[in-house]
């Protein structure tokens, strides 16, 4: 019914001629028409002709001399000026970018010979009020970029970085699945998982091909009210276009094994990287019809080292040997791979008077067989052994149309249509029983095997009027999203065995000694799958916005807009009113209740949005700008699954809990209970217990009658949820010290609350433990004690950003630069990037305390480029990246509060410790009160050129990435655990573990237990061909 009247709301506000601006892939070019005494000129007549296609617009400036071409594709024109009684103005090369508009002053003289005015391309913006980054065609051909994935460009845009866990795009210390991608104005986000369309594949392969991107944009807060779903910045995305003359390029480049230095832990870089295409497009007819397309194809082998750090050096008894042989068994070198190809086509056709219909397709396709990965970089050194891996697969289809359509020369229409489909199967190289804990993984990954899928459709329509010095523009936005998923945790079983040190850990897995039995310890948990895995739902989302853009003065613009949202949000499938009657209505301790059976929409949308820039000079050489305004985030499809199929039957993806603290049996015991002997398997034949057994294994565990839903874990979401909501506010300046040389600072504020986290409802509520002060939960006394956690996803978590950038630019003949440095501040109580399971605060019933700084929060940032042209046909590029360490929790290693969560904090990730260590009785240390190491990076290359006549050169360029081979290592894995503090037992102070913030190992190699950000020294060596 939603779409159905989403459909009629826009074919209404298509007839009804509402006034509306639009410039969601294009440019636009703004003017002042004067004569020589500096007096405006009115009713001037202006063309405007594109010089690659011939498109051409005529219009006509205002009363105030005053005209303004919209909805300009992002390229090249001349423009002509002609007024009765004065000579004819051109000016030629006029370049449009995307997003932003070209001020032009045209000064007429008198007379009748025709003046001709070369124009080059304006540093300094003096319209745009808030702070925004054109990456242009010559910067993507040109800089160094290590996997030619356009989107890693945007990181040299201040105040942009790489989110740890996910490895999607972070504007101003927002959560990187709260951003917004758009390619040629339409959404290119993944609507499951949240961030870039191929989800984290999108990190390491190409999913559009670099050489048919043009340009983009990436504008970091306060962009206009024609966007939205972001609660930080956006990236605007556009792709090129045939013209009237053929042009094309191919490429062949390869990053050998060879040409690579060793890592830091003395392992040597293995990956061997090609990368081959290129692009070609030209007219079908000259003026009118355009075609281009381009293809790009990846290939990457790496064998990958698995290595147990905790195990170097230690030395193994008859308690411990059976395990630590298990373990050392599994230790080598697996192949992986990471194969892709990205296709883009797409035809352009103009209609006379300057209307244009654009088409286009996109293709991409990924497999990477070993190297599974939830966001980072397969590691090239791994504690995950073989029978974890799988494949990871990714297909995406796209279309795109757009028409942009002249009314008159001062109305415009541009209407959008996308559909996008997404394929996402995952395998598993295992069907054992999952086998975790702080020494390594054996067995299926917990949420292998899976297959996942997802579409949007999305209808866009937006109409323009310029009427005098106003511009006004409003518009509609509908999509529909539709996903699938056959997924579900812990489909052959999953135990963590994560009690205490090494030692401890590889007496329980082993048979004999002080635990004779295996796995017979309180502190393992075993999970089991009682779901069917599968699920199927839909959201809807749509917008409305108005806004005008006010040219007060000649030196004074303000844009004032509103933009209204709503998602229709997936509702749950509750029919299994067994459960339900336990949960609904039950007030829980923690003072909130849940219904299973509803969650709520997001209809409260309303983000008035101001912005302003100001020139105090005529000679437009320094700009004042300012934006303030309210910003909402889309949510992930991902956070409303659980709730969708927890509670129906069969359920969908639900697990049910064995063992545990709290439990009356342990895993061992409890598994006997149910037929089933652990004693007689060895490690690495460990069982698949059926559903019925595992139901009779958590019955007996929790000591209650065995039936379907002992022991289950159960998700859903909060029935106050909300969409993020950030309140952005940013002021700034830049003045042109020179024409060729700009400088400014920009101040910008983000205030971010209802951001999603995970929180247990089925606790009991705590009791201090007076030995140490810690608050200790008893399992045994939870609410619904026939159930294990209640995970509910909350809104309730908020975050703040606080930041200046001084930034500086500079174009000359045969040198370019730029750079920035940002000081900055960043503090939240939760960084989840949308976990599926798994809590990171240390108690539930006191979240106050988990404000501290973001795991985002880098103190300090810088980066930049320069390009040099050099004689005899070289060029040198280079780009450099540097930040101060992130934070990181420290953990206390175990569970010692009893809440039945030991997650343990990831240094290259970012992810939370649940239990951290005590400074003094009562006292714990703060959330990410630790700081990791800085990063610091330079890429290189160099580019010669070969001319063959006008139009032909062959290139050869040799790139070295992490140039000065910096280490780059950050604690991770056991050297992040500092231990409980203060005893548990005596209150004493217990100094942190030996290994704590280790950063070398006695012998002085590095300690593999860490991790590297990013790579060592690498070169790559390219040959591409222009024509």
């Given amino acids: 019914m939603l779409r159905t009247l989403a459909v009629f709301v826009l074919i209404l506000t298509m007839a009804a001629g509402v006034f509306a601006q639009s410039d969601a892939n294009k440019g636009q070019i703004a003017g002042t028409v004067l004569d020589p005494n500096q007096a405006v000129v009115p009713n001037a007549k202006v063309k405007v002709q594109n010089t690659g296609t011939g498109l051409v ?84 051909r040109d800089l160094p970029i290590n996997g030619r994935r356009f989107q890693d460009f945007a990181t040299l845009t201040p105040t942009v970085s790489v989110d740890p866990e996910r490895g999607q795009l972070s504007y101003v210390g927002q959560r990187g699945i709260n951003s917004n991608v758009m390619v040629d104005g339409a959404d290119y986000n993944n609507p499951f998982f949240g961030g870039i369309r191929g989800g984290e594949r999108s990190n390491f392969v190409p999913t559009v091909p670099q050489s048919s991107i043009q340009e983009f944009q990436a504008v970091v807060a306060g962009y206009t009210a024609e966007y939205g779903r972001s609660s930080g910045g956006l990236l605007n995305v556009i792709t090129k276009s045939g013209a009237n003359d053929v042009h094309g390029d191919a490429f062949y480049q390869i990053r050998h094994k060879e040409t690579g230095l060793e890592t830091p832990f003395k392992r040597q870089v293995l990956e061997t990287l090609q990368q081959f295409g290129g692009s070609v497009g030209g007219p079908v007819i000259h003026d009118k019809l355009f075609w281009f397309g381009a293809i790009e194809r990846q290939q990457s082998k790496t064998p990958r080292q698995i290595v147990f750090g905790p195990l170097i050096g230690f030395a193994a008894d008859a308690t411990t040997k059976e395990a630590f042989d298990f373990y050392n068994g599994l230790q080598g070198v697996i192949p992986s791979t990471n194969n892709a190809t990205a296709l883009t086509a797409r035809g352009d056709y103009q209609f006379r008077g300057g209307s244009r219909l654009t088409l286009r397709y996109n293709f991409g396709d990924a497999t990477a067989n070993n190297a599974i990965t939830t966001g980072g970089l397969p590691p090239a050194i791994s504690n995950r052994s073989f029978a974890t891996e799988g ?111 090494v030692t401890q850990i590889l007496e329980d897995l082993s048979l004999g000694g002080p635990t004779a039995n295996r796995f017979d310890n309180p502190l393992v948990t075993y999970n089991r799958q009682i779901g069917n895995l599968l699920t199927q739902f839909n959201m809807h989302q749509i917008a409305f916005f108005g806004q005008d853009s006010w ?43 849940f219904d299973p059976a509803t969650t709520p929409n997001a209809y409260n949308q309303v983000m008035p949005r101001f912005g302003f820039a100001f020139t105090p000079s005529d000679s437009k050489r320094t700009v004042i700008r300012g934006h303030a305004g309210i910003f909402y985030a889309a949510t992930p499809m991902i956070v409303f699954a659980p709730g969708t199929n927890n509670f129906r039957v069969p359920a969908g993806d639900l697990s049910i809990l064995v063992g545990g603290a709290s439990s009356k049996l342990t895993v061992y015991q409890a598994f006997k209970a149910a037929g089933v002997d652990l004693n007689t398997f060895p490690l690495d034949k460990l069982p698949v217990l059926t559903i019925d057994q595992a139901t009779q294994a958590a019955a007996a565990s929790s000591g209650t009658t065995p039936n379907p839903f002992s022991g289950a874990s159960f998700a859903g979401t909060a029935n106050d949820f909300l969409n993020p909501r950030s309140i952005q506010a940013g002021f700034g300046t830049e003045h042109s010290i020179t ?275 990013g790579t060592p020294f690498q070169a790559q060596f390219g040959l591409r061909l222009f024509f």
């Fill in 551 to 593: 040219r007060v003065t000649r030196k004074l613009s303000i844009d004032l807009g509103l933009r209204w949202e709503g998602q229709k949000n997936p509702q749950p499938d509750a029919n299994n009113t067994a459960v339900i009657s336990t949960i609904k209505g039950l007030r829980f301790p923690n003072g909130d209740t």
């Fill in 57 to 140: 617009r005529e219009l006509s400036s205002g009363s105030d001399g005053v005209f303004r071409a919209i909805l300009l594709d992002a390229d090249t024109y001349d423009v002509t000026v002609d007024a009765p009684g004065f000579a004819t103005s051109v000016l030629k090369g006029v370049v449009v970018n995307v997003g932003t508009p070209v001020d032009l002053s045209v000064t007429l003289q008198v007379g009748s010979t025709t003046q001709t005015i070369e124009v080059s391309a304006p540093l300094l913006s003096t319209e745009m009020p808030s702070p925004s980054t054109v990456v242009n065609l010559g910067a993507i």
């Fill in 391 to 501: 494949a990871e697969k990714d297909r995406t289809n796209t279309g795109v149309a757009q028409l942009t359509s002249v009314l008159t020369p001062a109305m415009t229409n541009d209407l959008r249509y996308s559909e996008s489909f997404e394929l996402r199967p995952r395998t598993s190289n295992s069907t054992l029983p999952s086998l975790t804990n702080s020494i390594g993984s054996y067995g299926a990954r917990n949420f292998l095997p899976t297959t996942q899928d997802d579409e949007r459709t999305q209808i866009a329509d937006t109409l323009s009027m310029v009427h005098g010095a106003h511009t006004f523009k409003a518009g509609v936005d509908y999509d529909y999203l539709t996903t699938g998923q056959f997924f579900g945790f812990n489909q052959f079983g999953s135990i963590s065995t994560n009690v205490g040190s």
């Fill in 739 to 1013: 024409n060729d040389w700009v400088a400014g600072v920009q101040f910008n504020y983000v205030n971010t609350v209802h951001l999603e986290r995970n929180r247990d409802y089925n606790l009991p509520a705590p009791t201090i433990r007076a030995i140490d002060g810690r608050a200790i939960f008893n399992r045994a006394n939870r609410p619904l004690p026939q159930y294990g956690n209640i995970t509910i996803k909350e809104s309730s978590a908020r975050s703040m950003y606080r930041g200046v950038t001084f930034n500086t630019r500079y174009r000359g003949k045969r040198f370019q630069a730029g750079g920035a440095y940002t000081l900055s501040e960043t503090f939240s109580d939760d960084d989840n990037e949308r976990t599926a399971t798994g809590f990171t605060y240390q108690n539930s019933f006191n979240l106050k305390d988990e404000y501290s700084y973001s795991r985002l929060d880098a103190r300090h940032s810088t980066s930049g480029f320069g390009l040099v042209n050099l004689p005899w046909g070289m060029t040198v590029s280079l780009t450099f990246r540097a930040r101060s360490g992130l934070p990181f929790d420290p953990s206390a290693g175990s569970d010692l509060n009893g809440d039945g969560n030991s997650a343990l904090p990831g240094g290259a990730t970012g992810t939370g410790a649940s239990d951290r260590p005590y400074q003094s009785v009562g006292v714990p240390f703060g959330r990410n009160s630790f700081r990791n190491r800085m990063f610091k990076d330079v890429d290189l290359r160099f580019l010669k050129t070969f001319k063959f006549g006008e139009r032909t050169r062959l290139e050869f360029s040799t790139e070295m990435f992490n140039l000065f081979n910096w280490d780059n290592v950050v604690y991770d894995g056991n050297n992040l655990i500092y231990g409980p503090g203060i005893s548990p037992t005596t209150g004493a102070v217990v100094s942190p573990n030996a290994t704590f913030t280790q950063l070398k190992l006695p012998n002085g190699i590095f300690d593999p237990t860490n991790s590297q950000v």
